[in-house]
């Protein structure tokens, strides 16, 4: 008798089949069994190469003496390569100027922009003022008036807070 | 026996499914916020050991308890929970596959609504987001931004200048911020136009994923879309960019049902009675059976053809998940008695016996 063979993935043809898949090739809908990596990759059609950028992996070429250690860790410069994961706050530190060039092929970008923290938070009344006024200014103009009439509540209360 | 921990939550909706928003709540099922926030002078999660987990996981806890706003929520160790109740909690969206693997000192908060989750030492210390319906996006930026703060003025984090918030995965690094929701767009995945949905959405940094539900296939025509970059942009202009891609997918999914409407009405509502024939006389439904009925539904009642709540179709879609039926019954069940408990289930709830 000839055994049945667990279900290959149909991309990679190596991992066990464990995920269906709908994807769309050439305007058609196709359905494919496949593992989970690919699954993941493949889902919804677009495979990442298109939309995600990924972090690369690049612990190659890499020589034993260039090798460095995070101080406060004792992270290794080529474990860190190899995983994409830092190990702690000090690793940001500690492999520059590979972080750095990461960061920027991701995102990029290379200039960081967002919350102001010095181990609390100023005050963000005028911030939080800001975004709710937009907000309402493109919900009227989009005739939006249910969410214009939640979003003038919440400007009140805002307005009506102490500023904290 | 299955543990009554979760019964409370159970007998409920959240709030993201009971609202549904009068603006796009046909399309725009909810949407999802997260930080992801670690704390200054300890190593990340993924490298340290269970004993130094406890220790941040307490320290985390006496953090929230301390916070009046924050107090009333309830503080899980994912070390306590059966395995039925991790995945009752993926499949309401609360906590992610990979907080499933963890065990002592990792966790957990949340509030009774479901709008504040808040998983501890999963990939970051803390990632902290909220849940909220439809179109409600400054709802839940403005309180996410408030949770965020109450926090990070009790506990310090892992911050610096020239990087933002210092995470794990340099993926998430900057501002931590990602935002997220769930479109159902059957009418453009059946015209094909999804595709160009999904060519925009990756010209304008959105990705796109399933509705991952069991055996992970894509389901009911539910997509997620979320942000994908963290660093180099403030998170109003992350969340405005955001907005802007919804609104163009959404615009595209009513022209293809206004299309779809003209010229097939017939279609759809010889598709929506045989949902129903189906539904009240199938002895066993599968969990991805009726997230295809639920979508067919859903759509019908959109388009005022059928008259039925879209909250009462939420809430099979939620309802109807494996862990969901188990602790409904409040008995372990294998697959095909699951499926008979669910068509009991879905006929008594939409009231089709």
């Given at each position: 008798?000839?055994?049945?063979?667990?279900?290959?993935?149909?991309?990679?043809?190596?991992?066990k089949a464990?995920?269906?898949?709908?994807?769309?090739e050439?305007?058609?809908?196709?359905?494919?069994?496949?593992?989970?990596?690919?699954?993941?990759?493949?889902?919804?059609?677009?495979?990442?190469?298109?939309?995600?950028?990924?972090?690369?992996?690049?612990?190659?070429?890499?020589?034993?003496?260039?090798?460095?250690?995070?101080?406060?860790?004792?992270?290794?410069?080529?474990?860190?390569?190899?995983?994409?994961?830092?190990?702690?706050?000090?690793?940001?530190?500690?492999?520059?100027?590979?972080?750095?060039?990461?960061?920027?092929?991701?995102?990029?970008?290379?200039?960081?922009?967002?919350?102001?923290?010095?181990?609390?938070?100023?005050?963000?009344?005028?911030?939080?003022?800001?975004?709710?006024?937009?907000?309402?200014?493109?919900?009227?103009?989009r005739?939006?008036?249910?969410?214009?009439?939640?979003l003038?509540?919440?400007?009140?209360?805002?307005?009506?807070?102490?500023?904290? | 026996?299955?543990?009554?921990?979760?019964?409370?939550?159970?007998?409920?909706?959240?709030?993201?499914?009971?609202?549904?928003?009068?603006?796009?709540?046909?399309?725009?099922?909810?949407?999802?916020?997260?930080?992801?926030?670690?704390?200054?002078?300890?190593?990340?999660?993924?490298?340290?050991?269970?004993?130094?987990k406890?220790?941040?996981?307490?320290?985390?806890?006496?953090?929230?308890?301390?916070?009046?706003?924050?107090?009333?929520?309830?503080?899980?160790?994912?070390?306590?929970?059966?395995r039925?109740?991790?995945?009752?909690?993926?499949?309401?969206?609360?906590?992610?596959?990979?907080?499933?693997?963890?065990?002592?000192?990792?966790?957990?908060?949340?509030?009774?609504?479901?709008?504040?989750?808040i998983?501890?030492?999963?990939?970051?210390?803390?990632?902290?987001?909220?849940?909220?319906?439809?179109?409600?996006?400054?709802?839940?930026?403005?309180?996410?931004?408030?949770?965020?703060?109450?926090?990070?003025?009790?506990?310090?984090?892992?911050?610096?200048g020239?990087?933002?918030f210092?995470?794990?995965?340099?993926?998430?690094?900057?501002?931590?911020?990602r935002?997220?929701?769930?479109?159902?767009?059957?009418?453009?995945?059946?015209s094909?136009?999804?595709?160009?949905?999904?060519?925009?959405?990756?010209?304008?940094?959105?990705?796109?994923?399933?509705?991952?539900?069991?055996?992970?296939?894509?389901?009911?025509?539910?997509?997620?879309?979320?942000?994908?970059?963290?660093?180099?942009?403030s998170?109003?202009?992350?969340?405005s960019?955001?907005?802007?891609?919804?609104?163009?997918?959404?615009?595209?999914e009513?022209?293809?049902?206004?299309?779809?409407?003209?010229?097939?009405?017939?279609?759809?509502?010889?598709?929506?009675?045989?949902?129903?024939?189906?539904?009240?006389?199938?002895?066993?439904?599968?969990?991805?059976?009726?997230?295809?009925?639920?979508?067919?539904?859903?759509?019908?009642?959109?388009?005022n053809?059928?008259?039925?709540?879209?909250?009462?179709?939420?809430?099979?879609?939620?309802?109807?998940?494996?862990?969901?039926?188990?602790?409904?019954?409040?008995?372990i069940?294998?697959?095909k008695?699951?499926?008979?408990?669910?068509?009991?289930?879905?006929?008594?709830?939409?009231?089709?016996?």
């Amino acid at each position: 008798m000839i055994e049945k063979k667990e279900n290959l993935c149909e991309k990679c043809k190596e991992n066990k089949a464990e995920v269906k898949v709908i994807i769309f090739e050439g305007g058609k809908k196709i359905k494919l069994e496949l593992c989970k990596n690919c699954a993941e990759k493949e889902s919804m059609g677009i495979s990442p190469v298109s939309s995600l950028p990924v972090l690369k992996k690049e612990p190659s070429h890499l020589k034993q003496e260039e090798d460095s250690v995070c101080l406060n860790c004792g992270l290794k410069l080529s474990e860190f390569l190899k995983l994409v994961k830092l190990k702690c706050e000090k690793c940001y530190e500690s492999f520059e100027p590979h972080i750095s060039k990461i960061i920027f092929d991701y995102h990029k970008a290379s200039e960081y922009k967002g919350k102001v923290y010095k181990g609390v938070y100023e005050p963000n009344r005028e911030f939080k003022l800001r975004v709710l006024r937009r907000a309402l200014d493109e919900a009227i103009k989009r005739e939006e008036f249910e969410r214009a009439a939640r979003l003038r509540d919440l400007l009140k209360e805002v307005e009506e807070s102490d500023g904290s | 026996m299955v543990p009554d921990r979760f019964k409370w939550m159970s007998e409920k909706l959240p709030f993201w499914l009971r609202f549904v928003s009068p603006l796009y709540g046909d399309i725009v099922l909810s949407i999802r916020m997260r930080f992801a926030r670690n704390l200054k002078g300890h190593n990340f999660p993924l490298f340290i050991d269970e004993e130094k987990k406890v220790k941040i996981f307490n320290l985390i806890k006496d953090a929230l308890f301390s916070i009046d706003k924050l107090k009333n929520l309830k503080i899980y160790e994912i070390g306590e929970l059966e395995r039925i109740e991790k995945d009752f909690l993926v499949e309401r969206h609360l906590i992610s596959r990979d907080l499933l693997r963890e065990g002592k000192g990792s966790g957990l908060a949340i509030d009774m609504d479901e709008r504040i989750s808040i998983m501890v030492n999963e990939e970051d210390h803390l990632r902290i987001q909220v849940f909220y319906p439809g179109f409600m996006f400054e709802e839940a930026f403005m309180r996410i931004m408030e949770i965020d703060d109450l926090v990070g003025s009790t506990l310090e984090y892992a911050y610096n200048g020239r990087y933002g918030f210092l995470t794990s995965c340099l993926s998430n690094v900057g501002t931590g911020f990602r935002v997220s929701c769930l479109l159902h767009l059957p009418v453009s995945f059946i015209s094909g136009r999804i595709q160009d949905i999904f060519k925009f959405a990756a010209s304008s940094d959105v990705t796109v994923r399933g509705y991952y539900g069991e055996g992970s296939e894509v389901m009911g025509n539910i997509f997620q879309f979320s942000s994908l970059r963290t660093f180099g942009k403030s998170e109003e202009d992350i969340l405005s960019n955001f907005k802007n891609v919804v609104y163009r997918i959404i615009d595209i999914e009513k022209e293809e049902r206004e299309k779809f409407f003209k010229n097939s009405r017939d279609f759809i509502e010889d598709r929506v009675m045989r949902t129903i024939g189906i539904i009240k006389s199938a002895k066993f439904l599968s969990s991805r059976e009726v997230m295809e009925y639920a979508s067919h539904l859903r759509l019908a009642a959109g388009m005022n053809i059928l008259n039925i709540n879209i909250e009462k179709i939420n809430e099979i879609m939620l309802l109807n998940q494996p862990a969901h039926i188990q602790i409904l019954f409040g008995k372990i069940m294998e697959e095909k008695e699951r499926d008979k408990f669910r068509g009991i289930l879905i006929r008594t709830r939409l009231n089709l016996s």
